[in-house]
């Protein structure tokens, strides 16, 4: 009976976001574990079977790192960031728009839907500068690392009219074509942007956001905007969540309806939090 309900629940849920794009951030964990990789994989799939029109951008660090020990290659970071010479972003594209993403492709034809793995090189569709970062009042060059100067949506709108799901690595080109990393939740949420997506869903390793660390009880279901931003201001949310919040609340700002958190270890995860009341991670709102 709890099941049946479920599912009724979720019909209003899946009417309000038929023909609607939902742009998902797919890493961490979930990436690295065979049979939660295939569930994940199954609900997107489901998306599309129920008339949404998913975009998948995926990350690959542990991927990545996997590689340059084989290769006896050292990884280095700075401030978070990778620090890629031309070796390094050689072996970056080759497991990105080769082996992850081609995965990724292969695991949803398996599930019955249409889809085709890209970069963001293809087309021109992320056009990228080289960013450098401070450390001390000092710009410091990291290599090819990038960020997003501009998004072309013409090669995504175009699998959305084949019935197609794009399947996006985390690479951009700049004019002199130099191929550049970019970190994945930044392009997930310029590309959501772009899109004017009605949902942006960033699929992590926590459950959501606290407003106390240590706190399990204060775990955040709902928040606008502004207090994210005073929550990064106090250092509550630090380290590796913060390009996530930062890509979420340029995203909101940019016309994209809701953001969402949320564990994409958790079973399911991506499906109650789009298709219940209670949602399963955290949303963020532009109040």
Do not use: W
């Not at 995965?103 to 889809?115: F, M, W």
């Not at 401070?134 to 990038?146: A, C, L, P, Q, S």
């Not at 799901?165 to 700049?174: E, R, S």
């Not at 994210?228 to 913060?242: A, E, F, N």
Request: net charge negative; charged share 25%.
């Amino acid at each position: 009976m709890e099941d049946v309900k479920i599912l009724s629940q979720a019909l209003s849920y899946i009417m309000e976001f038929h023909g609607k794009t939902v742009v998902i951030k797919y890493g961490g964990n979930a990436m690295k574990d065979e049979e939660t990789k295939e569930k994940v994989i199954r609900d997107i799939a489901l998306l599309k079977y129920v008339g949404m029109f998913p975009v998948v951008v995926h990350g690959g660090g542990p991927a990545i790192n996997d590689m340059l020990g084989k290769l006896n290659k050292k990884s280095e970071f700075k401030m978070g960031n990778r620090v890629t010479d031309r070796e390094t972003i050689e072996i970056v594209e080759m497991v990105l728009g080769g082996k992850v993403n081609k995965e990724i492709v292969s695991l949803l034809n398996k599930n019955g839907t249409r889809a085709v793995g890209i970069t963001g090189k293809d087309s021109n569709m992320i056009m990228a500068e080289k960013k450098y970062i401070d450390i001390g009042g000092e710009k410091v060059d990291i290599g090819y690392v990038g960020q997003v100067k501009k998004i072309d949506t013409s090669i995504i709108e175009n699998f959305f009219k084949a019935g197609i799901i794009p399947v996006i690595a985390p690479l951009g080109t700049d004019k002199d074509g130099n191929t550049y990393n970019i970190n994945a939740d930044y392009v997930a949420g310029e590309i959501a942007s772009a899109l004017k997506a009605t949902k942006l869903i960033l699929m992590t390793d926590i459950d959501g956001l606290y407003r106390e660390l240590e706190d399990k009880s204060s775990f955040i279901k709902e928040i606008d905007i502004l207090e994210v931003i005073q929550l990064i201001q106090d250092k509550t949310i630090c380290g590796g969540m913060i390009p996530k919040v930062e890509s979420c609340v340029s995203a909101l700002k940019n016309g994209v309806g809701k953001v969402h958190i949320l564990n994409g270890e958790k079973e399911h995860s991506l499906l109650m939090e789009l298709f219940t009341k209670d949602g399963i991670g955290t949303m963020i709102i532009n109040g």
